[in-house]
């Protein structure tokens, strides 16, 4: 990163700098997840409330990464706190069922309209493993059906093809066996004649698709796609998976699925669902969700322990954001500060002739930098058509660094090129959110990268 950000941001962020160096010592890269890499080096923070987290120097920056997606309702939400509070003193695992993990089901299968039944797992990459075995044992077919550029977690069956830059003549990744990739069916994005092709061919299984598109929207589906999708697997026998692990209880209290009106066979849950604590779920047909069940109607059951499925913990922080999301005003609040932030930020750039621009729907912004096209002013704007190629190309990952540290210069903190609000961003978020965009554009033209 060139001179002027990087002296800034380590005047601004010693603290940072020092326990970067400290963690370096015992992380690979000093982090815990790969997309808190940043140079010269990350921020840690100490504390959080709201839309803001507080950095170790004390320094507040509003936060569009919001717990990678989980905290629709903002940090430490009173509620959830108290949950998390309250079933702490009670106890922390049973080794045994407990009524909370019920009630915490109850309300997935009263909000997603595919959820007959649950099964909770840790993470969203769990839940989509599961996803996956679950209709190899129902369907008794083994190809997996997936789209160009949709992460779906980071396990062996489904991290291929998940990250730019795509060669569709190689799908191989360093240490992913090539024995899993022998029955993943890639195919590029927003073509159902593709889809319905790859179907006749390959008769998969399943198909597993990022409800709103490839990461997070990055690249755009909307609704007539996923109800052209529904159509043809319910058409050809194939198992229908809505990965709505951030989706769900975001864009709507019911998912994507609620806000589509397109009921997939099975969904994978995971973030929002525990309230911003570890969990997840795969929640779908009872029939299909039979395969787990012992004594089931397939004669062969799907093995799944996991030492912290359900755990009260969890359960309690869900139930208390789920109950607060259920009226769907807070998918609402996120939904409408994310759209004013577009809007804002589209004026922005175009007013310093900055060729970017902010795309996205519900409670999700990306930024595209490049762009000379006309700028959206709905959300039913696709930059360049929806091409994949040209949206979710792999960038300098330098620009990013540069980009994300001039933002934080301006107090926020910007997840990659894109960003999620919660129900706890203000008006007032919003201006800050601006300022600091038009101050980063600044320092990165400063820098020589725009
Ligand atoms: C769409 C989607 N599916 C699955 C996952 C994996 O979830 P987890 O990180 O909980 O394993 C993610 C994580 O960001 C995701 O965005």
Redesign the pocket.
Known sequence: MSSIITTRFEERFGKSRELTARAQQRFPSGVTHDGRYLEPFPVFVDHAAGSTKISVEGHPIIDYWVG???LLLGHSHPAVVKAVQDQMTKGTHFSAGHELEIEWADRICQMVPSAERVRFT???????LMALRVARLVSGKRKVLKFIG?????HDF?VPAAYAPYDPNDWSMPGVPSGALEDLVVIAPGNLDVVAEAIRVHQPACLIV??TGG??GTVPMRREFMQGLRDLTKQHGVILIF?????GFRVHAGGAQAAYDVTPDMT?L??ILAGGL?G?ALVGRADLMDAIAFNNQYGRKMRHPGTFNGNPLSAAAGCAALDLIANNQPCDAANRSAQELRLRLNTLFAEKHANWCAYGDFSMIHILTGFDGPRPDTDDFIPHGGDYTKLDAKGDPKFLYAFRAALLLGGVDWFAWGGMTSSAHTPQDIDTTVAAFDQAIDLLRGDDWI
Do not use: Y
């Open positions: 990678h997606g989980s840790n993470s969203g990459t769990e839940a989509t949709h992460f779906h977690g980071w489904l990022e409800a990461h997070w990965d709505e692990v951030i989706t994978t995971a973030k570890p997840g």
